[in-house]
């Protein structure tokens, strides 16, 4: 049975498929030896210099986002690099189990003002135009400003109970930050 996870982990490595040709070729030859694959699970991490929020729609529009979206492993697979956010917004359309069925949780971390506010969020239905990414967003918890800067967005693609950008990590962290940032 093809997971959300192994749909995540192959297009994690075919977006940037000039820089990881040589795992494709390695994970095919462990396929034909009837080896399992070691699986990873990737976090994506996408910035933007502003942001604005319609409550009544639930559309996040991020300003100035980078053109890159980096990825990345936990322990003990420690594999990073990045991809063109272009190349990130197909994973909600394309594919048997894409984001469209299933949205990825976000830790969407912004300034207003003096203040830092963090917000858990679901994504759904990207669209780039230009140099902004708007997403409708359903918020899970914290408040969201109708504007911010500096904006940095942790997805959550798997989403299990005990990674560090879970629904659960993000609630350990944002403690540990109240008491840093009073």
Do not use: C
């Amino acid at each position: 049975m093809t997971t959300r996870r192994t749909i995540v982990t192959s297009a994690a490595f075919l977006a940037p498929a000039s820089v990881l040709r040589p795992a494709l070729a390695q994970k095919e030859k462990e396929k034909e030896k009837g080896d399992a694959p070691k699986e990873a699970d990737f976090l994506f991490v996408q910035t933007a210099r502003s942001m604005t929020y319609d409550r009544t729609t639930g559309l996040l529009k991020l300003k100035a986002v980078s053109p890159v979206t980096v990825f990345f492993t936990d322990r003990p697979e420690r594999i990073a690099g990045n991809m063109k956010t272009a190349d990130f917004i197909p994973f909600w359309s394309k594919g048997k189990e894409s984001f469209l069925s299933d949205p990825p949780n976000a830790d969407i971390s912004m300034v207003e003002g003096d203040s830092l506010h963090q917000v858990v969020a679901v994504l759904q239905s990207p669209v780039l135009r230009g140099d902004t990414l708007s997403y409708t967003i359903r918020v899970l918890k914290g408040k969201v400003p109708a504007k911010g800067a500096e904006v940095s967005v942790f997805i959550d693609v798997i989403g299990m109970p005990l990674t560090p950008l879970s629904y659960a990590g993000v609630a350990r962290r944002s403690y540990r930050r109240a008491v840093i940032y009073r």
